[in-house]
């Protein structure tokens, strides 16, 4: 029974970390430049992820060189190398993204 608490308080449960590790928030925006210009790729294209994969390898790229996260290779990220880039550095060509103009209005 549980009188006085919830029912769905489990007296067993023991809280596991995450599979991939915890990695702090970027509290002093080193890399939010980077991340703004991904979020607006994916705004502009719906939520589709693939046109705006450069700049996820940018942002990612930044959060392992500042420390905020464990470096780790592409493709455990989900991002291994595309044709278009070099597999030693994919992180050394720019990004792209087809961004539309905005219309003023």
């Given at each position: ?5 919830p029912p769905s308080i489990n007296l067993g449960f023991k809280p596991s970390p ?88």
């Open positions: 029974m549980s009188f006085g608490r995450p599979d991939r590790g915890s990695f702090p928030l970027d509290h002093y925006g080193e890399c939010k430049d980077k991340m703004m210009l991904y979020m607006t790729c994916l705004k502009a294209n719906s939520s589709n992820s693939t046109p705006c994969r450069g700049m996820s390898k940018e942002y990612l790229n930044c959060r392992m060189d500042k420390g905020l996260m464990e470096r780790d290779e592409w493709k455990n990220l989900g991002l291994s190398a595309s044709k278009t880039e070099s597999p030693a550095d994919p992180s050394s060509s720019p990004a792209q993204c087809s961004v539309p103009p905005r219309n003023p209005s």
